[in-house]
């Protein structure tokens, strides 16, 4: 049983920031990757980037390039961090977290079989 566990979303104003969180209970996390999806209402869930857990190299994704969007991890607490600055209103989505991937798979939904609950990110102008 993988449970992953998000949190850190909420209403903003456009400009703020935001930092989820993506902690593993009940076990260490040993999966290749944790990576950040977001879905807002009426479109596909789309890939915001990835760490890769032991290495820690980060990847974002074209959604979000070149924002101010950083990904990070702390192996010792099992809990990856999507930090979120300068935030607009077209980041409102909900925000999902994942574990899983492989050696050149880390970046489509159909790559990560665990995925947490989700938490609401509100952004108002």
């Known amino acids: 049983q993988v449970d992953l566990v998000e949190s850190g979303g909420g209403l903003v104003q456009t400009g703020d920031s935001l930092r989820l969180s993506c902690t593993q209970t009940?076990?260490?996390?040993?999966?290749?990757?944790m990576a950040w999806f977001r879905q807002a209402p009426g479109k596909e869930r789309e890939f915001v980037g990835r760490?890769?857990?032991?290495?820690?190299?980060?990847?974002l994704g074209d959604s979000v390039q070149g924002r101010r969007f950083t990904i990070s991890r702390d192996k010792s607490q099992n809990t990856g961090y999507l930090q979120m600055d300068d935030l607009k209103p077209e980041d409102t989505a909900v925000y999902y977290c994942?574990?899983?991937?492989?050696?050149?798979?880390?970046?489509?939904?159909?790559?990560?079989?665990?995925w947490g609950q989700g938490t609401q990110v509100t952004v108002s102008s």
């Open positions: 760490i890769l857990w032991y290495g820690g190299y980060t990847l």
């Open positions: 009940g076990r260490t996390f040993d999966h290749y990757a």
């Open positions: 994942a574990a899983g991937g492989s050696v050149g798979a880390a970046t489509t939904r159909g790559n990560f079989r665990f």
